[in-house]
């Protein structure tokens, strides 16, 4: 089994967009994503939420118009950001996050999602937690954080863990699983959001 | 004034000083209700302590939040009967009145334009209202404040360089002032709006803060040096 994330596959580079408050490019084995933000801007008066901020995803694939697929995607990073962002300190306001896919190699949600925290942690916006995403193969018997050599992958499981007390604030799956490889699968992607914290603070002190 | 240490969102700060029960916080912190004498942080950057029990966090937001009297500039986007509303950078636009200008009254209102731009202070800035601004001292007195000139310049710079040219210690402007003849106002709000005789000397102040502002991290005189 392997329980470590290869520390050297992920590559990340702050503020290349000029427009976003905010913004982040990262790569993992071949899984590359832009993520923007935008916040606290003035809100649609549609969306407006009299209490707190409302939280706008837009996903764009690589290329062709956004999907149903994506739409869940945008659903995910949504939900993950209105857990972690203080959305009560600026009520009446939205915060948008934009968000363009440049490669895909299997692990896309776990890369969006942290490519978004690591442009929220630019933007300086308001967090209770930071969020890293961890994506975790299973091929029926063995279990891997790393994209297996081999095609035969019977489930893909996604979890999001906040940063202070680890829990899954989000999780996605694909296939086919027990219970027993499931809970397996928590419990092996919590460790490996470990590594996810160490390179936020590892960019962000840099 | 001493620095602790680097922190990100979701930390907790432990053995909080305080006063009486009293702990000051400034941007970037928020009261942890789960334990007592901590508190947590909500942004990432370095968190300073000033005894005996103010603490705050100096990151880099690029997003202006307004504070009760902050001085800006703002452009005027909209005129609507005795009413302008002024864009600040800040989520929603400022408020502000044709009668809080020095020497207005019902009758005789300032010439103020859509597209002008003013050099203002909040007067009141709440999360749930929209922001005001006026152009005048508790006393009426405009002061430095009103419209400024259509010949200057309007450009943007980061929060944090807006606020590093406000500290009176900071030597870059001084030391520009010895090479160039030029007017600035600079807004907390990261608008910056210069005024030089020559086209030419503003195109040069210019570039000076975009350079000054890509080398944020860098020694701020360093940079003059190397420009000047």
């Not at chain 2, 450009?155 to 090479?179: E, V, Y």
């Amino acid at each position: 089994m392997e329980t470590e994330l290869t520390k050297s596959t992920f590559s990340c580079k702050l503020g290349i967009l000029s427009r976003p408050d905010g913004s982040a490019i990262l790569s993992k084995d071949n899984t590359t994503v832009i993520a923007g933000i935008y916040g606290p801007i003035e809100v649609k008066l549609q969306k407006l939420l009299i209490d707190k901020a409302s939280v706008e995803c837009h996903y764009r694939p690589k290329s062709g118009l956004p999907g149903i697929e994506d739409r869940m995607h945008e659903s995910i990073i949504r939900n993950t950001c209105e857990a972690s962002l203080v959305a009560s300190l600026h009520p009446r306001t939205a915060v948008l996050v934009a968000i363009q896919e440049l490669q895909n190699s299997g692990q896309l949600i776990s890369c969006a999602v942290n490519a978004v925290c690591l442009a929220c942690l630019h933007a300086g916006i308001d967090m209770k937690f930071m969020f890293g995403a961890v994506t975790c193969f299973s091929n029926g018997v063995e279990m891997s954080l790393n994209p297996p050599a081999q095609t035969h992958i019977k489930a893909v499981f996604v979890f999001v863990f906040d940063s202070t007390e680890k829990r899954v604030i989000a999780s996605h799956t694909k296939g086919i699983f027990t219970k027993e490889q499931f809970e397996e699968a928590v419990e092996l992607c919590r460790s490996g959001s470990d590594q996810v914290f160490d390179y936020y603070k590892k960019v962000l002190t840099n | 004034m001493s620095q602790i240490e680097f922190v990100l969102p979701g930390q907790v700060v432990k053995d909080v000083k305080s006063v009486r029960g009293v702990t000051i916080l400034g941007p970037g912190l928020r009261q942890n209700e789960d334990q007592p004498n901590t508190i947590c942080v909500t942004q990432p950057g370095k968190l300073y302590f000033k005894s005996p029990n103010v603490y705050w966090i100096e990151g880099n937001r690029n997003r202006y939040i307004p504070k009760k009297y902050d001085l800006v500039v703002g452009v005027i986007v909209k005129k609507s009967g005795d009413m302008l509303k002024v864009d600040i950078g800040s989520a929603e636009h400022a408020s502000l009145s044709l009668l809080a200008f020095e020497g207005a009254t019902k009758k005789q209102k300032p010439d103020v334009q859509v597209g002008d731009i003013v050099y203002a202070k909040l007067l009141n800035a709440h999360r749930e209202m929209e922001p005001e601004l006026v152009c005048v001292d508790s006393y009426y007195r405009a002061g430095t404040l009103g419209v400024l000139s259509n010949d200057g310049f309007l450009m943007n710079i980061s929060l944090t360089l807006a606020q590093k040219l406000l500290d009176i210690q900071n030597p870059l402007l001084r030391s520009l002032g010895k090479r160039f003849c030029y007017e600035i106002a600079v807004g907390v709000n990261g608008k910056l709006w210069i005024n030089a005789r020559k086209t030419k000397d503003v195109l040069n102040l210019m570039k000076v803060f975009q350079i000054t502002d890509q080398n944020a991290k860098t020694d701020l005189s360093e940079v003059n040096k190397s420009i000047l």
